[in-house]
């Protein structure tokens, strides 16, 4: 009895420019988030490579891929995942203590997190602040050592649609603001407007352009 | 602080129920070693110092020729004279029947221990005289002291009784004497001379045809620990006798040999009993690793190495080990004060001789220390080994 092998990305081959706002959309099971663990080197492809920043990642040793995802990639969530023992900054600033850099790090942390409104609650428990705010932490900690592209998985996934909106002018105007590479994966394709560019996972292939018109979205 | 000492702390001290388990745990396993120590090294050092005080003193010597014919106040004079000599006194002993008539009937005693001491240096070689209950210790050649057994014995003996006593001498002759109770002793943990008589030793020399010699010789050191010294010195300065002096370790061995093996294995008890805790911690820790699962795919996506997630998770056992190893040896540092304060003793058995062995608090606090640490080796390992994907999916 053989194994059934399901290719969940197939001859999927792009490239994003530096400070691009990418979604990244298509329906569920099409590989979307197979694509984004790829991309964020949490997944390894069975063929092909990743190149970030003109390093193929798939020749990476488990360590080196550690200090890659530190340095290179920012994370946010659909479920934000902040640490809940931690405070509202001590998540921002995690990255750079793991990074081991920490020189002015608390400066740029309290910084950011005023530029997502969040410094009221910078001294709060992660698990005692609203969905949104949480979300927007995440986006700091996203941030927080300046990487060369923020993955968002579902950022609004797990939002109401005032908040999501909230969300989204925030990761693009911090795009903006900062020249930030965003990848985005979403189901929520309106609520983000015009972007740089749209990748299409359809049957585990990718397109450029939304070509989700013609395609049955599941929400 | 250090990020990961500090996510350990928070991530231990937020899981309170686990932390209390896994400190309990070490707690508990100190805790057993120090009662085994307290109760069985004490009761060991109890009955040392029991054989100490009453019978051998520090150092006891004897003659090969199983009497010792030079001049007690000669020898107790020669080691009176070292600084480190608290007193020195003669000791002789025999057997003896006893008959005493009490509420007119005849009650007899057979092979009764007899112990004969010199009054005025006894009190200053041993304690015997501390263990009379009643009346005074030996006052006069005329008076004997009866242990409170012996004096249960025949009948209920009191102070001032009157009693016959039978002794065979060297030469096979009955030697039988009337004498006054002048005290009955009673020492706690029946230890003393609670089974025997006790007389002057110039009187149970008469009896025993054996004048001016002595059974033993009985030396308490004010400084017990120069024993040794003052033994070695003592038989380089008799060479020409054929005096045998031993330590109190080397005199009390036979009596004591099968104690200390049995505290080797109550201690070896108390051990498995401190691994039985180390297992406890890794059942914990295993929780916690568990309940972290999306906190390490979180960390592990944001840069974070097997190594930092590993060193986060040892900082947690080491925090168990240290809270484990204050608390336990706390609460066995407590216990020990209590049984000492209160001269702990069990069903009015020996009261135990209670020390503080700072070496083994040490010791113990250390290893369990160190098992607490080895304990969370292997969760801290099973969480490097979660996939930072794997672990993001059980959200």
């Known amino acids: ?219 | 602080m250090e990020y990961r000492l500090r996510l350990a702390k928070r991530m231990l001290f937020n899981k309170k129920g686990s932390l209390i388990g896994a400190v309990l745990a070490v707690t508990i396993g100190i805790l057993v070693i120090h009662v085994n120590f307290v109760i069985f090294q004490g009761l060991f050092d109890a009955i040392v110092r029991d054989i100490s005080n009453y019978r051998n003193g520090d150092i006891l010597v004897t003659d090969e020729a199983d009497y010792i014919d030079k001049s007690d106040v000669a020898l107790a004079n020669w080691f009176e004279r070292i600084p480190y000599v608290q007193g020195a006194t003669p000791r002789l002993s025999s057997s003896a029947e006893i008959n005493m008539t009490k509420n007119g009937k005849l009650i007899e005693e057979t092979r009764v221990p007899v112990v004969g001491v010199d009054p005025i240096r006894d009190v200053k070689a041993s304690t015997a005289h501390e263990t009379i209950a009643e009346g005074t210790y030996v006052i006069n050649r005329n008076s004997v002291v009866l242990g409170n057994n012996v004096a249960r014995d025949l009948g209920g003996a009191q102070v001032g009784d009157s009693l016959k006593m039978l002794i065979v001498d060297r030469y096979g002759e009955d030697q039988i004497r009337r004498f006054t109770v002048a005290g009955i002793a009673k020492s706690p943990g029946g230890q003393g001379l609670d089974y025997s008589v006790v007389m002057h030793i110039d009187t149970l020399r008469d009896m025993m045809s054996r004048s001016g010699e002595s059974g033993s010789f009985m030396v308490k050191l004010n400084d017990p620990s120069k024993a040794f010294e003052v033994k070695e010195f003592f038989l380089a300065a008799f060479p020409n006798d054929d005096f045998i002096a031993e330590t109190i370790e080397e005199s009390a061995e036979e009596q004591l040999a099968g104690f200390r093996s049995g505290i080797a294995m109550i201690n070896l008890i108390g051990y498995f009993g401190m691994m039985s805790s180390a297992f406890a911690i890794v059942t914990i820790q295993m929780m916690l690793v568990n309940g972290k699962t999306r906190e390490i795919g979180v960390m592990r996506s944001i840069g974070a190495k097997r190594k930092d997630i590993l060193v986060i998770f040892i900082f947690q056992g080491m925090i168990i080990g240290a809270i484990g190893a204050g608390v336990g040896t706390a609460a066995g540092l407590g216990y020990t004060i209590y049984a000492k304060e209160t001269k702990m003793s069990f069903m009015d058995s020996i009261p135990l001789e209670v020390n503080y062995d700072w070496e083994k608090i040490i010791q113990t606090a250390l290893m369990s220390f160190s098992l607490a640490i080895i304990a969370s080796l292997y969760p801290s390992y099973r969480a490097t080994k979660l996939l930072p994907v794997e672990a993001m999916r059980t959200v």
């Open chain 1, 1 to 219: 009895m053989g194994e059934n092998q399901v290719k969940a990305l197939d001859n999927a081959s792009f490239s994003i420019e530096k400070g691009e706002f990418v979604l990244i959309v298509g329906s569920s099971g099409s590989g979307k988030s197979t694509l984004l663990n790829m991309i964020g080197l949490l997944d390894r492809p069975s063929s092909g490579k990743v190149f970030i920043d003109g390093t193929d990642t798939t020749k990476l040793n488990d360590n080196q891929i550690s200090s890659f995802r530190n340095k290179k990639l920012g994370f946010i969530f659909q479920f934000s995942n902040l640490l809940t023992d931690l405070t509202v900054l001590e998540n921002v600033l995690l990255p750079r203590q793991i990074g081991g850099t920490n020189s002015s790090a608390e400066q740029e942390a309290r910084e950011l997190l005023k530029s997502v409104g969040l410094e009221s609650q910078i001294n709060k428990r992660a698990n005692k602040i609203s969905g949104g705010q949480a979300q927007r932490a995440a986006i700091a900690r996203g941030l927080i050592n300046r990487p060369s592209i923020v993955l968002a998985d579902e950022p609004t996934g797990n939002l109401d649609s005032v908040t999501s909106e909230l969300i989204v002018q925030l990761m693009k105007s911090m795009a903006k603001k900062l020249n930030q590479t965003f990848v985005v994966v979403t189901h929520d394709r309106q609520h983000f407007g015009d972007v740089d560019k749209i990748i299409t996972i359809k049957d585990g292939q990718a397109f450029e352009g939304d070509q989700t018109s013609n395609m049955e979205i599941i929400a």
